[in-house]
């Protein structure tokens, strides 16, 4: 049986061969195998609504904990219950915070696309 000219370099001692070989099928196996991530930045858009399901307007909605950095910020909901916070790293697991009439509440919330509406009842 004939050696292929793999084996035959292989043989003669060839470290750089083999080096190379090496770094070949680690550089295939990492990048064929590798799921970038895409991280780009977006808005948090919402829309805040009582148990009733009429909108809130003048709460306060910001970020306060999050999977990736955040700006610290905070948007006032609109009269139709309406809210935004800009520049939010996206995809991303985040907690919100809202303030309105003296209480408070926490709402987490998973930001898939920029194009995502979250609706909270407070």
């Known amino acids: 049986m004939e050696e292929s000219w793999v084996i035959k370099l292989a043989r003669r001692g060839s470290k750089l061969f083999?080096?190379?070989l090496i770094s070949s099928f680690l550089y295939l196996h990492f990048s064929c195998h590798s799921t970038p991530k895409t991280m780009e930045r977006g808005t948090v858009?919402?829309?805040l609504?009582?148990?009733f399901g009429k909108?809130?307007?003048d709460a306060v909605v910001m970020v306060v904990s999050g999977s990736n950095e955040f700006?610290?910020?905070a948007s006032?909901?609109?009269d139709n219950g309406e809210f935004r916070i800009s520049n939010v790293v996206i995809p991303g697991h985040y907690i919100l915070q809202i303030q309105n009439n003296g209480q408070q509440k926490k709402k987490e919330v998973d930001l898939q696309n920029k194009d995502s509406v979250i609706s909270i009842t407070f």
Do not use: A, E, F, T
């Open 49 to 51: 609504r009582d148990q």
């Open 45 to 47: 858009k919402g829309i």
């Open 18 to 20: 083999c080096y190379v």
């Open 55 to 57: 909108p809130i307007s």
């Open 76 to 78: 006032v909901s609109g």
């Open 71 to 73: 700006n610290d910020i």
